[in-house]
Nanobody, 128 residues
Framework: QVQLVESGGGLVQAGDSLRLSCVASGLAASTYAMGWFRQAPGKEREFVTYISRIGGNTYYADSVKGRFTISRDNAKNTLYLQMNSLKPEDTAVYYC?????????????????????WGQGTHVTVSS
């Protein structure tokens, strides 16, 4: 049974940093591309960032580019999201997702249907 468990969320002030983690079990991480999405209160879930199976390719939403960094440690079956210079508009529940998809177009990164497994989410609140 595949399980993704996020952690590292919390309440921080604008300008602070947080590092989210997502531990995967029941799958071999190196065979899955992974991503982070987020959902703010009253809004739809949106794409944040993507990383390929062995980490050689990454992609970011414009809203986080230059501030967030995605990385992975396949030996630990763990995905990370380093978030710097946080803004109040980054407040959301952050979800990690895993995908068996082998070939990606840019539009695929943004599409929830591209991902097969999802975590339960971790809350990030950024106060101004």
């Amino acid at each position: 049974q595949v399980q993704l468990v996020e952690s590292g969320g919390g309440l921080v002030q604008a300008g602070d940093s947080l590092r989210l983690s997502c531990v995967a079990s029941g799958l071999a991480a190196s065979t899955y591309a992974m991503g982070w999405f987020r959902q703010a209160p009253g809004k739809e879930r949106e794409f944040v960032t993507y990383i390929s199976r062995i980490g050689g390719n990454t992609y970011y939403a414009d809203s986080v580019k230059g501030r967030f960094t995605i990385s992975r440690d396949n030996a630990k079956n763990t995905l990370y999201l380093q978030m710097n210079s946080l803004k109040p508009e980054d407040t959301a529940v952050y979800y990690c997702a895993a995908s068996r998809k082998a070939y990606w177009s840019i539009s695929d990164y943004y599409t929830s249907r591209s991902y097969d497994y999802w975590g339960q989410g971790t809350h990030v609140t950024v106060s101004s």
